[in-house]
């Protein structure tokens, strides 16, 4: 095995204290690395988005909570170009998203924006190594060795550092899930989109997941975070963003909206959604009923 390059580290730890440079407390007069203004969206007839604001700053971790179909996930895909806006203005670090004009542009843009999707999307007839390897050497130019070098250090920062030369195929879902966020780092983005990526996993390996999307945080990357898992929101988020119905209803730090949200339709879906703070659990929502059945029916 290669051994582990430290320049990794180094460039994280680098990037970390820009961020922190760069936070809002620093400076009132910081511009947003995300800023969504007055975004509308609508597939044919039907409006999805109507009217989106949301600012993400350099060094935070916003997470996008709401019912399904609230919109969310159309969010992240016009912050990283996947989806054009009818109407509105996205920027990405000066860069203005909604005015791209060719496939150029968009590759330069995502260059910059990792994006870890519900599904893995992992090269099926490639290795764990080659799936995080062949992006930065054939987008990005970068020497092999030291692609692969990378590679084997972000492998170890998701615990996978002995699933190298496995096949994706052969990983749980869990360890196919870190795998595509190892793969995103690869590319060393100024940001990161997670797409409810635990969503489609079993219950055993959500906590893996959210583990190391915890350390990226407090590592100071910048995450955008569509999720139901509610308590994990509230632990590592910034700003946290309520939306329904293509409208953002309420948002604020992590800590208000969860402890005392303002609106009542934030209040409502919070004491209804199993796992966020206040509401009851899965068991104490369904409230025990005695079964009763006349069992001389049954009688043989």
């Known amino acids: 095995m290669p051994s582990v390059d430290t320049s990794l580290d180094a ?9 922190l440079d760069a936070s809002p407390a620093g400076s009132s007069a910081v511009r947003p690395l995300v800023r969504l203004r007055d975004v509308h969206l609508s597939f044919g007839a039907n409006p999805v988005l109507k009217g989106i604001d949301l600012d993400v700053f350099r060094g935070q971790a916003v997470s996008i909570i709401g019912p399904s179909g609230s919109g969310k996930s159309t969010i992240l895909r016009c912050i990283t170009g996947l989806l054009r806006p009818q109407q509105g203005e996205i920027e990405v670090d000066g860069t203005r998203v909604d005015r791209l004009a060719s496939e150029r542009d968009e590759i330069e843009l995502r260059k910059r ?85 635990t969503s489609a996993l079993d219950p055993e390996t959500v906590g893996e ?65 199993p796992g966020a703070p206040g509401a009851p659990g899965v068991l104490e929502a369904q409230p025990h009923i005695p079964l009763q059945l006349d069992l001389s029916r049954f009688a043989i």
Not at 139 to 161: C, F, P, Q, S
Not at 236 to 254: N, R
């Open 113 to 197: 924006v990792g994006f870890v999707f519900q599904q893995y999307n992992l090269f099926p007839h490639l290795s764990v190594l080659d799936n995080l390897v062949v992006a930065p050497v054939r987008i990005l130019g970068r020497d092999k060795a030291a692609a692969t070098r990378t590679a084997y250090d972000l492998l170890k920062k998701v615990r996978l550092a002995d699933k190298a030369h496995a096949y994706p195929g052969e990983l749980s879902g869990g360890q196919q899930q870190r795998v595509a966020i190892a793969r995103a780092l690869a590319m060393q983005p100024d940001l990161i989109l997670f797409d409810e990526v």
């Open 209 to 273: 997941v959210l583990t190391v999307i915890r350390d990226l945080v407090r590592d100071g990357m910048t995450c955008v975070l569509v999720t139901h898992e509610m308590r994990f929101a509230e632990e590592v988020s910034d700003a946290v963003y309520f939306t329904e119905a293509g409208v953002i209803v309420e948002h604020g730090p992590a800590e208000r909206l969860f402890g005392a949200p303002a609106n009542p339709r934030t209040q409502a879906f919070l004491a209804h959604t």
């Open 11 to 19: 460039s994280l730890d680098a990037s970390l204290d820009a961020s």
